[in-house]
């Protein structure tokens, strides 16, 4: 008999012991209540508690949870519907307000997540929707992060997955994308021709230029040629003159002389003319000459 009564204070004193110590994961925090009543909450690790009075009544999972948002449809602010969807990531801070704060904490992180999701797109036009998608992420994670303080939860990041507009919409979209890149296409090389053709233009104002120049350049050359020719014919008519004053002739008689000569030397190469007329008047000028000589 009290071989079976120390068997009996044993196991009790076993089953004392195996309720009394809790060791607890390092993932997790566990909250004991005492006759209904928040008592306090055990840290990773070992643990002792009242085996008889107290029991553990939530395990609370501590890591970065991640919640997935189901497509929802939304009506934005020029009435187009759109499909969006998302992610929420939040992480208990306080175990204590997550338990004891809210019913269902992941139910109503996603429910407010979904409402406000709803809200934000409901105050942007199409457009704005699809071209805001980090304006929207950080005005949903501000409202999220606010609401869910109370439960003593930490929105720590929200990303919006998909925005999908009906089919008839992204159609439309599709055309005027194609026609904007068509549009582009056609500036540009409007803008490569006249480019272009101010290339030419400038070119050949360039070649205009540069021929003008060179015709001044080439009549003042054949100016200049002609002024020191003038000069040299008139010292060599000034010279001319002189010896013939001395001389006693005519330099007039001996200019057209000159040019006499020249005129039957041109007649004389002609292949139509082979009798070579003087002038009487040429011929008694050549023989003064001689006579003076």
């Known amino acids: 008999m009290g071989y079976l009564l120390v068997i009996a204070i044993a196991i009790c004193v076993v089953l004392l012991i195996y309720k009394g110590v809790k060791i607890v994961p390092q993932k997790e925090n566990w909250i004991v209540e005492r006759f209904g009543k928040y008592t306090t909450t055990l840290k990773p690790g070992l643990n002792l508690i009242n085996p008889i009075f107290s029991i553990v009544a939530q395990k609370v999972d501590i890591r970065e949870t991640v919640l997935d948002l189901p497509k929802q449809t939304t009506i934005t602010s020029d009435n187009a519907l759109i499909e969006v969807d998302g992610i ?3 992480k208990v801070m306080d175990p ?3 338990y004891y704060g809210i ?3 992941r139910y109503a992180i996603q429910n407010l997540a979904q409402t406000t999701l709803r809200s934000i797109m409901g105050k942007m ?3 704005e929707s699809l071209s805001s998608r980090d304006k929207i992420n950080a005005e949903l994670l501000s409202i999220l992060d606010e609401a869910t303080d109370a ?3 930490k929105i720590t990041r929200v990303e919006i997955k998909d925005i999908t507009p009906p089919q008839d919409i992204i159609k439309a ?3 005027q994308m194609k026609a904007e890149r068509e549009k582009r296409a056609r500036i540009l090389e409007a803008e490569a021709k006249r480019e272009a053709a101010e290339k030419e233009a400038e070119g050949e104002k360039r070649a205009i230029i540069l021929k003008a120049e060179a015709r001044k350049e080439a009549a003042e050359k054949d100016a200049e040629a002609r002024e020191r020719l003038a000069k040299a014919e008139a010292n060599a008519l000034k010279f001319v003159s002189e010896s013939l004053k001395i001389s006693g002739g005519d330099p007039v008689m001996y200019l057209l002389g000159q040019e006499y000569v020249k005129g039957i030397v041109r007649l004389g190469d002609s292949t ?3 009798i070579v007329v003087f002038p009487a008047d040429v011929i008694e000028s050549i023989k003064n000459i001689f006579k003076n000589k």
């Open 272 to 274: 139509n003319s082979k």
């Open 96 to 98: 204590f307000k997550s």
């Open 151 to 153: 439960w003593g939860t």
């Open 125 to 127: 036009t199409l457009d």
């Open 88 to 90: 929420v990531y939040y």
């Open 103 to 105: 019913d269902n904490l």
């Open 173 to 175: 979209m599709t055309l």
